[in-house]
């Protein structure tokens, strides 16, 4: 299921066709952080995904804004496209990458499988933007006992949160297909093509491919993921980091946090030419941009957001045990899968509202 795609210098990124709240850390204090150094890195390898929830990176690139920082620091940067988390995440185990754009889910089991050793969550960058878009005939949830649905991959945000839903509903699943619904975990591409033919009905998708399967094959939306949250916000990517990375070059995780404020700062104040430098980052990735109908109702969908929403990673964590795609969180769960610190100090110097992780990290 998986395929190589295009990347960026020498290496080939992967595509894959697609809690509890612990008590406090003891945080860092105001003259801990500032002793962090400003150790620069001389490359850094950022993977992404070549799609609209993953908008701030690609505006970063199409518009300079990594180079802005980085080729002041001296250093080179190589972007790697995935198209669903697992894949980024054993990219960054491999060693690989170095920090990536991601969904919530991989990052848990990311975090979780290696016993907290792997990653940090720095910054948020996209809330909402994933439905569960079925056939026109299907109206309730009772509706799809004994049908086929399609996730972009076993154990990615959108396959847990089809399984938490359906089980929420009193419906099973199995992560091998059994079950009272059968879900399959199918690269995106491929759900809209097999939900022309037929051969599926339906699939909890993230934009824009909801949108495409809407727009471009008949599908009607069941579910709105952001129905199923508080205030309608829900954390669809933030930014990891290799913890190791993280710990000897500070310097250029400022630089990335950087450059992604500047992304957000630019879609809030120019939303029209934000979208244009998105579709020219998806046809360079992908070989074709979006059609505007498709842009127009994914971005609608998309909120984009410095804060990681760490209310919701507590739950997707939780979703992602209950339903059998991730066996345990261990002992530790989430607590200390947050370092928000550097965000936290860029924000504090623009006189911005600084983030809370509620316990599950450091701040400051």
Known sequence: MSHLMRATK????VLVVTGLLLPSLVFASQAQAATIKDTKATKVRIGFFA???HSPALIGQELGFFSKYLTKDNTTVEFIAFNAGPAAIEAMKAGAIDVTYIGPNPAINGYSSTKGSLLRIISGSTSGGAELVVKPTINTVKDLIGKKIASPQLGNTQDVALRSWLKTNGITTTITGGGDVTVIPTDNAQSLALFQ???IDGAWLPE????????????????DEKTLWPKGQF???HIIANTSFLSKYPGTIKSIINANLDSLNYIAKNP??????VQKQIEKWTGKRLSDAVMTRA???LKFTYDPIANSLEKSADDAVDVGVLTTLGSRGINGIYDVRILNSILKAQKLKTVSVLGLGLTW
Request: charged letters at 20%; aromatic letters at 8%.
């Open 10 to 13: 020498s290496w080939l990124g």
């Open 272 to 277: 029209v030419e934000a979208k244009d430098a």
């Open 208 to 223: 824009p491919w909801s949108t495409r399967l809407v727009l471009e094959a008949g599908a009607k939306v069941l579910v």
């Open 51 to 53: 799609n609209v929830t």
């Open 197 to 199: 033919r037929g051969d």
């Open 235 to 237: 954390v669809t990517t």
């Open 299 to 301: 971005w609608q969908n």
